[in-house]
């Protein structure tokens, strides 16, 4: 039996599906299909920046994951979404720190909105620069009305 949750508009379907056996998680989805008339946007790797291009929370991992989700929030709102378009992320965190504290933030973020996107995580050793502590990129879909 496959738990799912189902969204339309104008003949779009965005459908969360948890199949059995894979773990049931409140925090991700373990596939999501997406058919019919939608707008799809890719948001590159946002990191810890500001307005200025001055890094946040300089080993904070908390503050950076909070200024990376505003970052991606400001990059979906530029293209017509929010946060609950998002179907999958990519998280790269720096080797040592700590994916809770990181996981807070998001939880935060999220909410209580259901049918989470689909969520990897990697440790990496380095990112494109020496104060940045994680990088996270996106994939939203906009039902087309």
């Known amino acids: 039996m496959t ?32 058919s019919g008339p939608v707008k799809t946007i890719y948001v590159g790797g946002q990191n810890a920046i500001d307005a200025r291009g001055g890094v946040v929370g300089k080993g904070d991992i908390k503050a950076q994951t909070q200024q990376v989700l505003a970052n991606l929030r400001e990059a979906l709102a530029a293209a017509g979404a929010g946060p609950e378009h998002i179907i999958k992320w990519n998280m790269y965190l720096l080797q ?50």
């Open 96 to 145: 040592g720190q700590s994916l809770q504290e990181g996981f807070e933030a998001f939880q935060q973020f999220w909410g209580l909105r259901p049918n989470p996107p689909i969520i990897t995580m990697a440790y990496v050793s380095g990112l494109a620069n020496p104060d940045y502590l994680l990088e996270i990129d996106a994939v939203a879909v906009v039902p087309l009305a």
């Open 3 to 34: 738990d799912h949750a189902e969204s339309t508009s104008a003949h779009a379907r965005i459908v969360h599906l948890n199949p059995e056996p894979l773990p049931n998680n409140p925090a991700f989805t373990q596939v999501i299909s997406v």
